[in-house]
């Protein structure tokens, strides 16, 4: 399994097989590992997930089991379904590489035969013009970086149209799946900050009967089997294409996944050269919707397939093929970035170096991915910020009002909107994957509060927000806004500068004066205060004092009785029972007809963390 570092001075991550029960919740589990500092890699709906799961991560509620090492055949024996699969892959995972190197690979294609990535056909009619950033019905694979739904097809054929040649075992099923989870970690591993966690259907365990055997066809013939397969999974459509991107669609929903692909993987385990009749093992279309393999892949082996499989997802998300008998120029730009194709080994290009896109085995088991191919994934980051240029997006406030409250004026309630706006893509729609994650305000730069989404969740690239504020201070007071997204990009920005006039606090005054600090070797221990209360309007009814939090406290009349429109007091402030640290002391007034100040009077006081001695017996020994 592609080891992943831990980040430095985060928390000891480990990878780990979490195997649930029938009420558990997968997004909060999920939720919890990433709060944690971990990350689910693999989803396996409804009963398993595969990631980093901290080894201090709290309780995940609905866990059966968490494997952290191989599970034992005994184990394994017992497993059912979507959970057993899951196993499976797991102990594939932490099994170290036996695959020999191929006879033959991506360059041994017939000569008449350049590529293995295509450029699926248009949708039919246009799809209509629209200015939400999201991505559209047809964009199902547009850079490799967030939540993916997988679903992997396996044809069996049935003998009701072609003859019956090859039929699917246990065990080659198994090894497929393992394979292609395999390779699909293995582009986890290869950009962390794409955050990648793929979702697979959980309808893929079991193979998917065809009257065609694909394999005693040619690769044209695809839309013969495809159109099937998709009828019988109930999806219509134009196109087989427009079908596969149907069946895409209804993944990406039901997963709540940013994206969604298909693979096909047709049995060959019977045919002599593991192709199709005319040459073809494994190709995929660029942008999706889907990638085509047989199980003995070619003369790499099905040891091999998930080399294969790695290649051909990496056109899924825009990569172009960079072995030569590709053709593919130098110039050749493609990708949500643009990013030229400039490792390609057909011609004089500005990089040469080990890569994935060149096909072939050891760029896989190394690991090796050059710069243009992970810049047409969408793994850029141009300002170094760890946030990925797809991923960078725009955060801007729309609009910011505010209603006055009219029994508390110094009470402002501010409703808003904030947006989104997705990077932009030089040769396609520009679209964002990323969400509102939160609205906070501030005033005069005291400290953030939360504002609450108008629908109740902040989860869309446009969010309304509402908050109110706590009585204010009188004068002109800046408003601050701070909004996050998903991905972690933050704006802060003045939204707006009030004018607070408190016709309670222009009426009520109270004033507070540190008179005398009394000290004890060194360090404070009684603070005295006086103030005054004061009402242009009418008599000063009661004086009130408060620190920190806690509840309001009365104060007595400097002359015994509250009667006067100015009254003395004094108090004193123990500091001995108060914690190291800042302390907050405030005053306010009432008036004779019920008026209360509301902005209180205050001071801070300091207190010192007390000196600790330890007197030790003194010991003397008889001379």
């Not at 075992?169 to 293995?186: F, K």
């Not at 141009?382 to 240029?389: A, K, N, P, V």
């Not at 005054?509 to 009394?518: E, F, G, R, S």
């Amino acid at each position: 399994m592609p080891a992943r570092a831990a980040q430095a001075g985060g928390p000891e991550r480990h990878q780990a097989l979490v195997l649930l029960g029938p009420d558990a919740d997968i997004s909060k589990i999920t939720e919890v590992i990433d709060t944690a500092g971990g990350h689910v890699t693999h989803v396996f709906p409804p009963v398993a997930l595969i990631g980093e799961i901290p080894t201090g991560v709290p309780p995940l509620t609905g866990t059966v089991a968490v494997h952290r090492d191989k599970v034992d055949d005994g184990t394994l024996a017992t497993l059912r379904g979507e959970a057993r699969r899951a196993a499976q892959v797991w102990n594939a995972l932490l099994a170290p590489e036996t695959a020999s190197e191929p006879t033959l690979g991506l360059e041994g294609l017939e000569a008449e035969l350049v590529g293995d990535a295509f450029v699926a056909p248009p949708p039919e009619g246009l799809e209509p013009a629209s200015d939400v950033p999201t991505p559209t019905y047809y964009q199902t694979s547009e850079y490799l970086i967030g939540r993916v739904a997988v679903s992997i097809i396996l044809l069996e054929s049935d003998g009701g149209i072609d003859p019956s040649t090859e039929d699917w075992t246990e065990t080659e099923r198994a090894l497929v799946l393992n394979e292609i989870t395999t390779a699909l970690d293995w582009w986890a591993a290869r950009e962390p900050n794409a955050h990648l966690t793929f979702v697979y259907d959980d309808g893929t365990a079991a193979p998917l009967a065809s009257s065609y055997e694909p394999i005693n066809r040619r690769y044209g013939d695809q839309a013969l089997w495809i159109t099937e397969a998709m009828t019988k999974k109930g999806i219509s459509g134009s196109s087989y294409f427009d079908q596969v991107r149907g069946y895409n669609n209804i993944l990406r929903e039901r997963y709540d996944t940013d994206w969604a692909f298909t693979i096909f993987v047709v049995d060959s385990s019977n045919d002599s050269d593991n192709r199709f009749t005319d040459g073809y093992f494994a190709y995929a279309y660029l942008g999706g919707p889907f990638t085509v393999m047989t199980s003995g892949n070619d003369g790499y082996g099905p040891y091999n397939l998930d080399a294969v499989a790695a290649h051909e997802i990496g056109h899924i998300f825009m990569a172009l093929d960079q072995y030569y008998s590709a053709h593919q120029s130098c110039t050749h730009r493609s990708g949500y970035l643009g990013v030229e194709n400039q490792n390609s080994q057909y011609g004089g290009c500005a990089s040469d170096v080990t890569s994935i896109m060149r096909g072939q085995i050891y760029p896989y088991r190394s690991g090796a991915i050059d710069e243009y191919a992970r810049g047409q994934l969408g793994w850029r980051d141009s300002d170094g910020d760890g946030i990925l240029d797809p991923m960078d997006t725009t955060l801007s406030v729309l609009s910011a009002d505010y209603e006055i409250n009219p029994e508390q004026p110094n009470v402002l309630t501010f409703t808003g909107s904030v947006r989104d706006d997705a990077y932009p893509s030089p040769l396609r729609r520009s679209t964002t994957i990323n969400t509102i994650k939160q609205v906070q305000y501030r005033v005069e730069s005291e400290f953030w509060m939360d504002a609450q989404p108008v629908d109740g969740a902040f989860d869309t690239y446009v969010e309304s927000f509402v908050f109110t504020t706590p009585p204010l201070p009188t004068g002109d007071l800046v408003v601050e806004l701070r909004v996050i997204d998903s991905a972690g990009n933050e704006l802060i920005q003045p939204v707006d500068t009030v004018s607070v006039v408190d016709p309670v606090d222009s009426i009520l005054d109270t004033t507070l004066t540190k008179l005398v600090q009394h000290s004890e070797g060194g360090e404070v221990t009684q603070v005295i205060y006086s103030g005054q209360g004061i009402s242009s309007a009418s008599y000063v009814a009661g004086i009130f004092y408060r620190i920190d939090s806690e509840p309001w406290q009365p104060l007595a009349a400097g002359d015994g009785v509250y009667d006067e429109s100015h009254e003395d007091f004094s108090f004193i402030v123990d500091t001995t029972a108060l914690s190291p640290g800042f302390h907050q002391v405030e005053a306010y007034s009432l008036d004779g007809e019920g008026n209360a100040e509301t902005s209180p009077a205050s001071d801070t006081i300091s207190v010192q963390a007390r000196t600790q001695y330890l007197f030790l017996p003194l010991l003397m020994s008889a001379q």
